[in-house]
C-alpha cells in the first residue's frame, strides 16, 4: 500500500525517544521529511543521526523546543517559517508523560503540570497550525493518546484524565474541518514497550520482590486482563497504525479514535 506521504513534511512531538521515535523512524523510512523534537539539544541530534540512514531522499529537521509552553510553539513555528520554509503536511502531537501514583498522593501542581504537558501541548499546536492547514484546505493531525483516555486506570488517574481531554480536543477539532481535505483523528495505544515503560516495569518489580523478567511476564495477565494480544505491543506496531491514519490512504477516516490496544477495550464501539 502507497501511504503516498513521500515528501511531506511531518512534525513528531517529543520524538528523541520511545513511541515518538519510532513514529519518527516509520515516517522517515516511508520518504517523509521529520521534524524531530525534544528539549535536549543532544537528544534532538543523537536521534537524527540514528534516523538519517533509514532513508536516501528523507530530510531530517531539528527542533529543540518544549510544547509545554508557548514559547515553544513559537520557536516551532520560527523554525517552518525562517529556515525550513514549507508548511507542515501532518502532526503527530505524541508528546505525553507518565506515572503510577495514588490519588491521594497526587497534588494540584502535579494535575495542572499533567494536563499542561499532555493536553495543552497538542491545543498550542493546534490552534498555531490547525488554521494553517485549513487555509491551504490540506492538512492532518493526529492525537497519541492511550486506552485509559476510555478504560481508566486507577494508579494513574491524572494520566487518564488527560488522555481522554485528548479525545474530546481532537474530536470538536475534527468538527471545525468539516467539508475541507484537512482530518484530525487520535490514535489510542495499548501497553507499548518503551524506555519509559521498562523503567516504570522495573520499579513495580524493586517494590514487589520480583526481576524485572518476572515482573514484564506478570504485568499484562495482572493489570491488563482483558487484552487479547496478552503481550506488550511493540513502538513499531503503534508506528505503523499511526503512519496509517496520517496518510492519504486513509483519507474517509475523520474525527475518530482508532484502536490499536490489543483488545484491552471490551466494547465494540
Not at 27 to 46: D, M, P, Q, W, Y
Not at 240 to 259: D, K
Request: aromatic share 6%; glycine share 8%.
Amino acid at each position: 500500500m502507497d501511504f503516498k506521504l513521500d515528501g511531506k513534511l511531518v512534525l513528531v512531538t517529543g520524538s528523541t525517544l520511545g513511541i515518538g521515535k519510532a513514529l519518527a523512524a516509520k515516517f522517515v523510512e516511508l520518504g517523509a521529511h521529520v521534524i524531530i523534537n525534544g528539549r535536549s539539544e543532544a537528544n534532538v541530534t543523537k536521534a537524527i543521526q540514528e534516523l538519517s540512514g533509514l532513508s536516501e531522499t528523507a530530510t531530517l529537521y531539528p527542533a529543540v523546543c518544549d510544547f509545554s509552553s508557548k514559547e515553544g510553539v513559537d520557536h516551532l513555528l520560527k523554525v517552518l517559517d525562517e529556515e525550513i520554509k514549507a508548511p507542515l503536511d501532518v502532526v503527530v502531537n505524541n508528546l505525553g508523560i507518565f506515572e503510577s501514583k495514588k490519588f491521594e498522593d497526587i497534588t494540584d501542581d502535579e494535575w495542572f503540570n499533567y494536563f499542561n504537558v499532555n493536553v495543552m501541548s497538542g491545543v498550542r499546536l493546534s490552534r498555531a497550525l490547525l488554521p494553517r492547514m485549513l487555509e491551504r484546505n490540506s492538512g492532518n493531525i493526529v492525537f497519541v493518546a492511550s486506552e485509559a483516555a476510555i478504560a481508566v486506570k486507577p494508579f494513574m488517574i491524572h494520566y487518564s484524565m488527560t488522555k481522554t481531554a485528548q479525545l474530546a480536543v481532537s474530536r470538536g477539532l475534527a468538527e471545525l474541518t468539516k467539508g475541507t481535505n484537512v482530518r484530525v483523528n487520535t490514535v489510542l495505544p495499548g501497553p507499548t514497550w518503551t524506555e519509559g515503560v521498562a523503567t516504570y516495569v522495573e520499579g513495580m518489580a524493586a517494590q514487589q520482590g520480583l526481576t524485572p523478567e518476572e515482573m514484564r511476564a506478570n504485568y499484562i495477565k495482572e493489570v491488563e486482563p482483558t487484552s487479547l494480544l496478552q503481550r506488550f505491543i511493540e513502538p513499531e506496531e503503534i508506528a505503523n497504525v499511526v503512519a496509517f491514519v496520517a496518510s492519504e490512504a486513509s483519507g474517509c477516516i475523520n474525527g475518530s479514535s482508532v484502536r490499536a490496544e490489543g483488545g484491552i477495550l471490551r466494547s465494540i464501539v
